[in-house]
């Protein structure tokens, strides 16, 4: 198990109203993926800072802008109706990360696109839940948003996470790797590899 995504989603307006959207949840055999809670930012701080989370991140985050990051993603989920859900154990009820969709806030050769990925804590490494969780986000890409593909991205020496996007069969595009614009130059976290599905891959591999 292991945490993905570099950056943040899009980001809205502080004064950006919600649109009338219902808010899709999914569920899978052991995940609940769903809308924010205020109750979701204090683990989330803590997975935000544990050097074994943050390992492929240019840094920590801060209380502040753990609790940012979050209500930005709360933010777009309400816009859209689907994002970056908090995942919550079903059989425990206990928050984890997230795990979902997003739309990256910068420009690169492979954008406009949605971006699939996950960040979980630590202490829910191992269990096969970004795979169950990516799954399903797949399915509600390909299925109710019509989407054509999906990629994915992180560092070159993010084994962990590379292994969660090739077990729900995306594949890594050599050709497109790229400096991410958001980082700093000199960074060593700059560096980033891309995976794709398309929907044609995904009506292959998507369980029957």
């Keep these: ?14 004064d950006a109203e919600p649109a009338d959207t219902a808010v899709t949840e999914l569920r899978t055999e052991r995940l609940l993926l769903r809308q924010w809670r205020p109750e979701d930012r204090e683990p989330f701080a803590a997975l935000n800072d544990d050097p074994l989370v943050m390992e492929h991140f240019p840094g920590h985050l801060d209380r502040a802008a753990s609790d940012a990051m979050a209500d930005r993603i ?8 689907w994002g ?3 995942a919550e154990v079903l059989d425990t009820g ?5 795990v979902g969709l997003a739309v990256p806030r910068f420009e690169e050769h492979f954008t406009p696109c949605v971006e699939i990925g996950w960040r ?15 799954r399903a986000s797949l399915a509600h890409a390909f299925g109710p948003l019509g989407l054509d593909e999906v990629v994915a991205m992180t560092i070159p020496a993010n084994d962990r996470s590379q292994s969660v996007m090739r077990k729900i069969g995306m594949t890594r595009d050599e050709s497109a790797d790229f400096d991410h614009p958001l980082i700093a130059e000199g ?4 560096r980033h590899v891309l995976y794709r599905i398309t929907r044609q891959e995904w009506a292959v591999l998507r369980p029957r």
């Excluded at 198990?1 to 502080?14: A, S």
């Excluded at 709360?74 to 109706?81: D, H, Q």
């Excluded at 979980?120 to 969780?133: D, F, H, K, Q, V």
């Design 1 to 14: 198990m292991t945490e993905q995504l570099t950056t943040e989603p899009t980001e809205y307006p502080d």
């Design 120 to 134: 979980l804590g630590s202490s829910a490494w191992g269990r096969g839940y970004a795979p169950e969780g990516a």
């Design 94 to 98: 206990e928050f984890i990360g997230f």
């Design 74 to 81: 709360e933010t777009a989920i309400a816009r859209n109706g």
């Design 187 to 190: 960074d060593p976290t700059r």
């Design 84 to 86: 970056l859900w908090a």
